[in-house]
């Protein structure tokens, strides 16, 4: 027997660190979050793609009673950037998420998200940022593989 050990590096920021396009990115997040439609779990979520071109596309989760048909908001954000601009890459998708009106520490995309976000990466064959928001901190990650190590490829 082999023992692997996988590590991964990240970058963590103080939301008051974060370049002007990252604090965009975060601020829309954050008010795709309000939008979100969670009356099951209270547990609202934003996103927020930066297209190549500029746009800045949001999504937010939308829960259904007959689980699982909602939708997290990363997929809400790529599907709806995909349908209005299916020839442009994604640079970057902020993620935060709401509970009781407060901002939770990061949170980690779903194995559904990550795998969209991968193949939005392979789509467009480069990587996207990706910016885990919390209240006080950033965590920023050069690609989704980090997140996905064992993923599904085309």
Do not use: W
């Not at 442009?88 to 935060?96: G, H």
């Amino acid at each position: 027997m082999k023992r692997i050990t996988k590590e991964f590096t990240f970058s963590e920021y103080l939301v008051s660190e974060l370049s002007d396009s990252d604090n965009v990115l975060y601020r829309k997040a954050l008010e795709a979050s309000r939008r979100a439609y969670a009356p099951y779990s209270h547990f609202h979520v934003g996103a927020a793609a930066l297209l190549e071109n500029g746009e800045v596309i949001l999504g937010c989760n939308q829960e259904n009673a007959a689980y699982p048909s909602g939708l997290c908001a990363e997929r809400v954000a790529l599907f709806s950037a995909g349908a209005a601009y299916p020839d442009v890459p994604v640079v970057a998708l902020a993620i935060i998420a709401c509970q009781d009106g407060r901002i939770r520490e990061q949170i980690a995309p779903c194995g559904a998200c990550c795998q969209v976000m991968l193949e939005t990466e392979q789509r467009f064959n480069r990587p996207m940022r990706i910016l885990l928001c919390g209240a006080e901190y950033v965590h920023v990650i050069d690609s989704v593989s980090t997140l996905l190590p064992f993923s599904f490829t085309l």
